[in-house]
């Protein structure tokens, strides 16, 4: 019989990668700062038969950032989502029982069914409501894949909207976030709370001025994240490059992550993925994030601490984050030529460059700071175990 958890999160496999793994490591890491011991239960994306026994997996991924330790449990196939986490579920809630204290940390709330089914109190932090990320994700998914999502969505939304309503706290990771969370479950927002996603701000550090500034003679328009994803719509900024050096002859975009696929236009190089997104990103005269939806768009907070401005579409959580910093600029839509505008007016004015990076850098110490976390975590983890 397996000793009892200090405290179980129930989440998804850590290998999922993108913004879940960063949120997901800073939310783990300030637990161990706080003198707890989480422990993550997920089941293995791997497809497995339902009969073998969990695995323990230390450090799923070798980064050393990432400071996960939990168990895994094997999946059905991957096309049965909603059995899956049903299954799940049921095999993890003893587990779950029997801790000291019990989170749901996922990018969406059906992952955190165990939670629910334990009957034991507990606090949610998700990232996005499903219907949000689906409305996203469905128009590009292939035709088998659509099928399988109109198979699982409504045992998946039902699920969702339990898991939450079950929670003694939910909290969300954006305004944005918790918009989709109280729509999803029925709730007030201001029954939804917020945990800021902390930024590391010690390797996210803005290069020297005359440093950055001398790189501005031939910027660099950066986008950070799996290019290949359609939610993350890359396709747009490549659209808009051509006017882009049209006007800025010497401008060039680096893909940082997951290239597309095919061909990459002239005046873009793809880096795949890279030890440090922080080094990455430093000498980039502004991010492009061109998404079309976000619970919060981690990649824009940590070049803001970087000290590169931001130019991001209305997709939820950037689009709140630029606005609140006052470091960058928001598009109304899609346009390929408005974006190239943007960009092109942007980099025309380095002095109101300057001005954009000092302010994106003042307001991720002040408002994404690890301290911050900590200190709102301590109280949630107060509150929930009644302390």
């Not at 168990?71 to 049965?80: D, I, K, V, Y």
């Not at 009957?119 to 590009?140: F, N, V």
């Not at 706290?169 to 709730?187: E, H, K, M, Q």
């Not at 006007?247 to 061909?263: I, K, N, Q, S």
Request: hydrophobic share 45%; charged share 20%.
């Amino acid at each position: 019989m397996p000793q009892p958890l200090d405290v179980a999160v129930v989440g998804q496999d850590p290998r999922f990668g993108g913004g879940f793994r960063s949120f997901a490591a800073a939310w783990w890491r300030a637990a161990r700062e706080l003198g707890r011991d989480p422990h993550l239960l997920y089941l293995s994306r791997a497809a497995a038969t339902s009969l073998l026994p969990p695995r323990v997996a230390v450090r799923p991924r070798a980064e050393a950032q990432e400071p996960f330790r939990g168990t895994a449990f094997p999946s059905l196939l991957p096309e049965l989502d909603a059995a899956n986490q049903l299954a799940g579920g049921a095999r993890m809630a003893p587990r779950v029982r029997a801790a000291r204290s019990a989170w749901v940390v996922a990018a969406s709330a059906p992952y955190g069914y165990a939670a629910l089914r334990s009957g034991r109190p507990y606090a949610c932090w998700i990232a996005t409501g499903l219907d949000s990320e689906w409305a996203a994700r469905a128009p590009y998914l292939s035709a088998s894949r659509r099928a399988a999502l109109a198979l699982n969505a409504p045992v998946l939304r039902a699920l969702e909207r339990r898991v939450l309503l079950g929670a003694r706290r939910v909290y969300g990771i954006s305004p944005a976030s918790r918009a989709t969370l109280a729509d999803a479950a029925g709730l007030p927002e201001e029954r939804v709370g917020l945990l800021p996603v902390p930024i590391d701000l010690d390797a996210f550090r803005p290069l020297p001025e005359e440093t950055w500034r001398s790189g501005l003679e031939r910027p660099v328009l950066a986008f950070v994240g799996r290019a290949a994803d359609p939610r993350k719509n890359v396709r747009l900024l490549l659209e808009a490059l051509p006017a882009i050096r049209a006007a800025v002859p010497r401008a060039t975009v680096r893909l940082v992550g997951e290239p597309p696929g095919g061909p990459l236009p002239e005046g873009v190089t793809a880096t795949g993925p890279v030890p440090s997104v922080a080094d990455a990103l430093a000498d980039a005269a502004l991010l492009v994030l061109p998404s079309r939806q976000e619970g919060f768009g981690i990649v824009v907070a940590e070049a803001l601490a970087a000290g590169v401005p931001a130019l991001v579409t209305p997709s939820g959580g950037p689009e709140e984050l630029v606005r609140a910093s006052g470091a960058g600029r928001v598009l109304s839509g899609f346009d390929p030529e408005e974006l190239a505008a943007a960009a092109t007016e942007l980099l025309a004015d380095h002095d109101a460059l300057l001005r954009l990076r000092a302010a994106g850098r003042a307001h991720v110490e002040r408002e994404h700071s690890p301290a911050r976390l900590r200190e709102l975590l301590a109280d949630a983890f107060a509150d929930l175990d009644g302390r």
